[in-house]
């Protein structure tokens, strides 16, 4: 299979669920992605753009846990 050394992972900031149980499982916020992904638009047909927080955990910190 394929072997990484780092392990991204990207949530919704409004998704508070989601982000803590990463900050429980050891993962670290890695940065806040400014208006970068939409997946609706509004009635005029513009994009909605959303945030996104971007987590990380290298392998060996997994192993560590």
């Known amino acids: 299979g394929v072997q990484t050394c780092a392990l991204p992972i990207l949530c919704d900031p ?7 149980l990463m900050e429980r499982l050891g993962m670290r916020r890695e940065g806040e992605l400014k208006q970068n992904v939409y997946f609706f638009c509004d009635e005029a047909g513009n994009p909605i753009w959303k945030d996104t927080y971007e987590y990380g955990l290298l392998r ?6």
Do not use: F, G, L, Y
């Open 14 to 20: 409004e998704n508070t669920a989601s982000w803590r």
């Open 60 to 65: 060996e910190e997994w192993k560590q846990r």
